[in-house]
């Protein structure tokens, strides 16, 4: 068994430079066997570890099913994020994981799907978003809003320019900063409860970004009739061990590493947004 606080070398196939601040490594496991044993779901994460320099956790932002790499999309904000955008295709680094509750995709399927982001909280739900769209028959309706700062915070264009035109799929964008040339909303991403229609009945929710924004976005859901069983949140904090060892990255009795990332609203409706959690 896989010692879980020991790291396996993988190398950086693939860097692409999706913002100024953001990129994406893809890994492959050095040993092959490792690579075909690797299996997660949408919305975990795994500890990326820098030789010498320390580790950090990222969100899987990739397809289950895509075994050839291993993808992570990372801001370069902090000493470990900042090395690891200075790496190059060939380096190696460490990765420890799965880790954590992945977002309830069989409990979705057969149901509407609305996902609601902010900010770079858009990456632990691309996954979700590669995964309905290669197994597209087992969903109804995909609602995606996506909300930034500035404009110019916008990534992944391309796929949501590819995403808007699938079947029974609507994307909605909103920047509170409108840079020229942008189409989109101008304003905050709950503004877009008005340009959609969601069926409280047959909609599951899953929410991830700022938590200001996710209040405010389960505020418009309620108004809407979407039940709280209904909505779920990826939380962050700040993760140290990935296990549930630290307690770094509690929220009340809940590690977010452990227990989370992905909560039903329900299990933190006490707790979200109170001081001290």
């Given amino acids: 068994m896989q010692n879980p606080y020991l790291p ?3 190398e950086i196939v693939e860097r692409v430079q999706e913002a100024p601040t953001i990129f994406t490594l893809k890994l492959r496991f050095t040993d092959p066997a490792a690579q075909g044993a690797y299996g997660y779901v949408p919305g975990q994460f795994n500890m990326i570890y820098l030789y010498g320099i320390g580790e950090v956790a990222i969100s899987i932002v990739s397809d ?3 075994t050839e790499t291993l993808d992570h999309t990372i801001r370069a904000v902090g000493r470990v994020t900042r090395a690891l955008s200075r790496l190059q295709p060939g380096d190696r680094i460490g990765v420890r994981g799965p880790y954590g509750r992945g977002w309830p995709l069989l409990e979705a399927q057969g149901k509407d799907v ?3 982001t902010g900010g770079l909280g858009c990456a632990p739900l691309v996954s979700v978003i590669r995964y309905i769209v290669a197994r597209r028959e087992r969903f109804r309706r995909l609602l995606i809003m996506q909300g930034v700062k500035r404009s110019d915070d916008l990534i992944w264009h391309e796929q949501y320019q590819r995403w808007r035109e699938l ?3 609507q994307v909605l964008l909103a920047a ?6 942008w189409t989109w909303h101008q304003g905050l991403v709950t503004a877009l409860f008005d340009r959609t229609h969601i069926d409280p009945g047959q909609t599951i929710v899953f929410l991830c970004g700022p938590e200001p924004m996710m209040r405010a976005s389960i505020y418009e859901l309620g108004q809407r009739g979407v039940a709280d069983g209904n909505i779920w949140l990826s939380m962050e904090r700040n993760m140290h061990c990935g296990i549930g060892h630290c307690g770094h990255c509690m929220i ?4 977010v590493c452990r227990n989370g990332p992905v909560f039903p609203y329900p299990e933190l409706k006490a707790l979200l947004g109170k001081k001290g959690f």
């Fill in 8 to 10: 396996r070398e993988a």
């Fill in 64 to 66: 289950p099913d895509e």
């Fill in 114 to 116: 609305a996902l609601i």
């Fill in 167 to 169: 079947p029974d799929t």
């Fill in 176 to 181: 509170e900063v409108a840079e020229p040339g």
């Fill in 252 to 255: 009340g009795a809940p590690f």
